[in-house]
């Protein structure tokens, strides 16, 4: 390969490194964290559905989540479709 061809090459290369560090790079990031998250909850926390539904864990299992969303109401929702865990006392303020 000569150097002429390589330096073809060279601003594609360039393009890739970037696109990794731009956009590849934080969400593997960003996926690592949600699961970290998802793996600590525990009965009593607090966490907003992807959905939009707010909640209290109830009843964990290794795939589905039972959320108490108001008095003598429980909904069972998939453990991935949690979105955020929120501040214990957050239910109360609202």
Not at 56 to 77: F, G, P, S, W
Request: positive net charge; aromatic residues 6%; glycine residues 8%.
């Amino acid at each position: 390969m000569d150097q002429a061809a390589l330096m073809q090459f060279l601003p594609m290369i360039g393009i890739f490194i970037l696109f990794w560090f731009l956009m590849v790079r934080p969400q593997q990031k960003k996926m690592k964290e949600h699961k970290a998250m998802l793996d600590a909850l525990q009965k009593g926390d607090e966490v907003v559905s992807s959905g939009g539904m707010l909640g209290r864990v109830v009843k964990l299992t290794d795939e589905y989540i039972t959320l108490e969303v108001a008095n003598n109401t429980e909904v069972v929702i998939q453990r991935a479709a949690v979105g955020i865990k929120l501040e214990k006392g957050t239910m109360k303020s609202l």
